[in-house]
């Protein structure tokens, strides 16, 4: 949980609080104000630059000062955990009535809590707009009663997200379980990332497990612009901390520190809106199954790409398939709308011819209906399955045949920056993708 108290405070109090200050935290809050206080911070989509909601934060002002987790660990130590956390969520909920529209409310719950009649009693019938965060570590030991609780929230229009990920115990099995609308990063694995390869490993990793399973991935901990580019290259898809915007008792817009770093990644590349980022295999089949154009499926593919677990994807149509392989070639196309009979100015770029004899890897793609893959320091300078990579700064690539009624159309071409073979179960996807997409390229190929 990303709650946060007043350092300063802390320091004046030699003890953290017992079961008596709890009960008499609630007692005296009972009709007043001296209960916890509830401050809102901002959450940035880090795609489309917009603000995607706020997450509701518990402040203790009362004596013994004390961070909100020692509050809320006493209160469970009394037995009167459920009844101060509904009193927080429902604070929150007085609180979100006035939020902007459009955005999503997330509040802490404890998964012992989730069902307790103490929060059945403040929430109301319609969940929609709200988000629930249980925290990873206090996952280990739960069973299929908290999944049914969770199910019974998402039918009432609720979201979940799993809080600390990568800083507890409940494992990816667990997750997979509990199938979370929001992985939110925990700060340890957030903070230096910019700086520290093994961070971004692991980010990168948990970023393509919420493709995979439809969940989004939110940073939280964001304190510095580095860290914010950092995991917006990295495909993380929300932000959350204080350079994005501190906790306030009010909907505070986005800090502009924060939106001009935003802004000049987006101009220089870092970061960029691009396709419409697609996060489940069945809405990317579904997309397909819609377009009428090269470019509109070149987008789709595109929006897939974190899906797919790669850095770039390339569409190669291919021209004049009844040509001798000689002759034949293949034109990408990309969903900026480039025209197939132009030439990008950057190689591997749109309308970038492939010849097939300059293309040997894409040639037995073609031929074979194979699958084929790809690394840097095996593929020849001189082709251009090579130029493609250097385009695109990725170190390995597969290839799959785009087939239509037995004849190849195209290549789906897929590239990610880590120079390593890709295993058969994160290939699955791309030949589901592949599989739909040789019949549309048919279909809308001029």
């Known amino acids: 949980m990303t709650q946060v108290a007043t350092p300063a405070i802390r320091r004046r ?15 005296d809050s009972s009709g007043s104000d001296r209960g916890p206080q509830v401050y809102a911070q901002p959450i940035l989509d880090l795609v489309s630059g917009t603000l995607s909601g706020y ?44 939020r902007p529209p459009g955005t999503v409310l997330s509040v802490n719950v404890s998964p012992s809590v989730i069902d307790s009649p103490e929060l059945r009693a403040v929430l109301p019938a319609d969940l929609t707009g709200l988000q629930f965060e249980v925290t990873e570590h206090e996952l280990a030991d739960d069973g299929t009663a908290l999944l049914a609780a969770l199910d019974r929230l998402r039918q009432r ?11 507890g115990y409940a494992g990816f099995k667990r997750l997979v379980a509990l199938a979370p609308d929001v992985l939110k990063l925990d700060r340890t694995l957030v903070t230096g990332v910019s700086h520290e390869p093994r961070k971004s490993a692991m980010v990168e990793a948990i970023v393509h497990f919420g493709a995979r399973t439809g969940a989004r991935v939110c940073a939280e ?27 306030t008792a009010e909907f505070a817009a986005v800090d502009p ?18 396709p419409r980022q697609l996060h489940g295999l069945a809405e990317v089949l579904e997309s397909l199954a819609e377009v009428r154009t090269l470019d509109a499926a070149a987008a789709v593919l595109a929006g897939s790409a974190t899906l797919l677990g790669c850095q770039a994807i390339g569409l190669a149509v291919l021209e004049h398939p009844r040509r001798a392989s000689a002759q034949a070639e293949l034109r990408l196309v990309t969903p900026e709308g480039a025209s197939l009979d132009g030439r990008s100015e950057r190689p591997g770029g749109a309308g970038w011819p ?19 893959q790809v690394l840097a320091t095996d593929v020849d300078p001189d082709t251009a399955e090579r130029t493609w990579l250097a385009a695109t700064g990725t170190r390995s690539m597969v290839l799959f045949p785009l087939v239509s009624a037995g004849a190849a159309v195209g290549v789906l071409v897929c590239g990610r920056r880590h120079e390593q073979p890709w295993s058969r179960a994160e290939l699955r996807p791309a030949r589901t993708v592949a599989a739909a997409a040789g019949a549309v390229i048919a279909a809308v190929r001029p």
């Open 13 to 27: 109090s030699g003890r953290r609080p017992g079961p008596a200050d709890v009960r008499r935290l609630l007692t």
């Open 55 to 98: 997450e509701a934060l518990a402040r203790f002002r009362q004596f013994p000062a004390a961070t909100p987790d020692d509050w809320f660990a006493a209160a469970h130590r009394a037995g009167v955990g459920a009844q101060l956390e509904a009193y927080a969520v429902a604070k929150a909920l007085e609180l979100g009535a006035s």
């Open 157 to 167: 229009g609720a979201r979940i997200a799993v809080d600390d990920v990568g800083a």
């Open 221 to 247: 901990g964001l304190e510095t612009v580095e860290d914010l580019a950092a995991v917006t290259d990295l495909a993380v898809g929300l932000g959350q901390g204080w350079v994005i915007g501190r906790p």
């Open 257 to 274: 520190v924060a939106r001009q770093a935003w802004d000049a990644g987006r101009a220089g590349g870092a970061v960029t809106t691009g």
């Open 354 to 372: 492939w010849p097939l004899h300059r293309a040997p890897v894409a040639q037995q793609v073609v031929d074979e209906r194979a699958v084929c």
